[in-house]
Nanobody, 121 residues
Framework: VQLQASGGGLVQAGGSLRISCAAS??????????MGWYRRAPGKERELVAE???????SYADSAKGRFTISRDNTKNTLNLQMDDLKPEDTAVYFC??????????????WGQGTQVTVSS
């Protein structure tokens, strides 16, 4: 199982950015459960930004509510985060995470490699 994040970059405050995460799974039988986006800002601990269940139930950190939208495509095994009205304090490395059950390894958490989002003031 591999998670590949993409779409980060540099944007001005007030702008928008969409980041994505694609899961590559080689086993024949698998289920992707909860997926989420985390971020780690310079000098800070990694924090949860948003989560989405397999049934598309969502939850957000207070800092993301009203500005970010998490979504997933279960047919393509992808996860997205639409970020609007970005602020300099959103600058961080964003990581995707997925809890995936496979017939080979059972249920495990997998992390993507991270994508840098930088918001200039």
């Amino acid at each position: 199982v591999q998670l590949q994040a993409s779409g980060g970059g540099l944007v001005q405050a007030g702008g928008s950015l969409r980041i994505s995460c694609a899961a590559s799974i080689t086993t024949s039988f698998f289920t992707i459960n909860v997926m989420g986006w985390y971020r780690r800002a310079p000098g800070k601990e990694r924090e949860l930004v948003a989560e989405i269940t397999s049934g598309s139930r969502t939850s957000y950190a207070d800092s993301a509510k009203g500005r970010f939208t998490i979504s997933r495509d279960n047919t393509k095994n992808t996860l997205n985060l639409q970020m609007d009205d970005l602020k300099p304090e959103d600058t961080a490395v964003y990581f995707c995470k997925a809890n995936i059950w496979t017939s080979t390894y059972g249920s495990q958490d997998y992390w993507g490699q991270g994508t840098q989002v930088t918001v200039s003031s």
